[in-house]
């Protein structure tokens, strides 16, 4: 999410093995802490 160029934070929708929707968000305080596990596609 990015608010006038500036990053707030990260949206996703994971999905697990049964594929189940999961959706949550990364505050941008927090994404430095999650930033190696993410992955687009």
């Known amino acids: ?3 006038a160029g ?3 934070g ?3 929708v994971s999905l697990d093995a049964k ?3 999961i959706q949550g968000s ?3 305080q927090r994404l430095n802490t999650f930033k190696h596990l ?3 596609g």
């Open 19 to 21: 594929t189940t929707l």
């Open 1 to 3: 999410m990015k608010k």
């Open 10 to 12: 990260v949206n996703l």
């Open 6 to 8: 500036e990053l707030l």
């Open 38 to 40: 993410l992955k687009e």
């Open 26 to 28: 990364i505050g941008v």
